[in-house]
């Protein structure tokens, strides 16, 4: 069965950077989208931006351009996103999630990994 | 940036009443997907392209719209349908999501 198994929390402090995994199993990983969505706390969802494994192609919101870096190591089906220059606003929730190719929607979610910014 | 509005932003449904929920979106979108997400866990897809339901959502579900307006039914409220929707829309650069619905039980 499709798993999205993403790193833990993690406690970072302001002006850090942090690196967030997301390990794909279940399905050929190179087939789907990986794509990363924040939710601040108790608020809805934000689309950060998409990889293609096969490719590397990368596309951002605009919102998250100079804030997330998306790659991907097709060896071991896991996706990274970094995020860098952390403040308090980054605090969020992060999910993994995938489309197939084409499709917008987003069919298999991680469990989410949590980021605090704090000194 | 397609801006969606979710209505009502709470409301509480007794066992076995209908429920709406709806979503208005800024500009016509081709397609609207629903997810629902209970407190503490990851969303889930429930429903994709407008009216198609995910796979293990009760047949009480169903989805409908066109355009700027898309809405979500609950035929029947159950206990277990407790929890936040979220519309989302692919169709244009950059995904967005709205704000919600807060589904209680009454």
């Known amino acids: 069965q499709v798993n999205l198994l993403q790193s833990g929390a993690a406690l970072v402090k302001p002006g850090a950077s942090v690196k967030l995994s997301c390990k794909a199993s279940?399905?050929?990983?190179?087939?789907?989208?990986i794509h990363w969505v924040k939710q601040s706390h108790g608020k809805s969802l934000e689309w950060i931006g998409y990889?293609?494994?096969?490719?590397?192609?990368?596309n951002y919101n605009e919102k998250f351009k100079s804030k997330a870096t998306l790659t991907v190591d097709k060896s071991t089906n896991t996706a990274y996103m970094e995020l860098s220059r952390l403040t308090s606003e980054d605090s969020a929730t992060y999910y993994c999630?995938?489309?197939?190719?084409?499709?917008?929607?987003?069919?298999?979610w991680g469990p989410g990994t949590m980021v605090t910014v704090s000194s | 940036e397609i801006v969606l509005t979710q209505s009502p932003t709470t409301m509480a449904a007794s066992p076995g009443e209908k429920v709406t929920l709806t979503c208005r979106a800024s500009?016509?979108?081709?397609?609207m997907h629903w997810y629902q997400q209970r407190s503490g866990t990851s969303p889930k897809l429930w429903i994709y392209?407008?009216?198609k339901l995910a796979s293990g959502v009760p047949n009480r579900f169903s989805g409908s719209g066109s355009g700027t307006s898309y809405s979500l039914t609950i035929n029947s409220m159950e206990t277990e349908d407790a929890a936040t929707y979220y519309c989302?829309?692919?169709?244009?650069?950059?995904?967005?999501f709205g704000a919600g619905t807060k589904l209680e039980l009454k």
């Open positions: 392209e407008t009216s």
């Open positions: 990889i293609n494994p096969n490719s590397g192609y990368t």
């Open positions: 500009s016509s979108v081709s397609y």
């Open positions: 989302q829309q692919g169709s244009s650069y950059p995904d967005t």
């Open positions: 999630t995938r489309t197939a190719p084409y499709y917008w929607y987003f069919d298999f």
């Open positions: 279940g399905y050929t990983f190179t087939d789907y989208y």
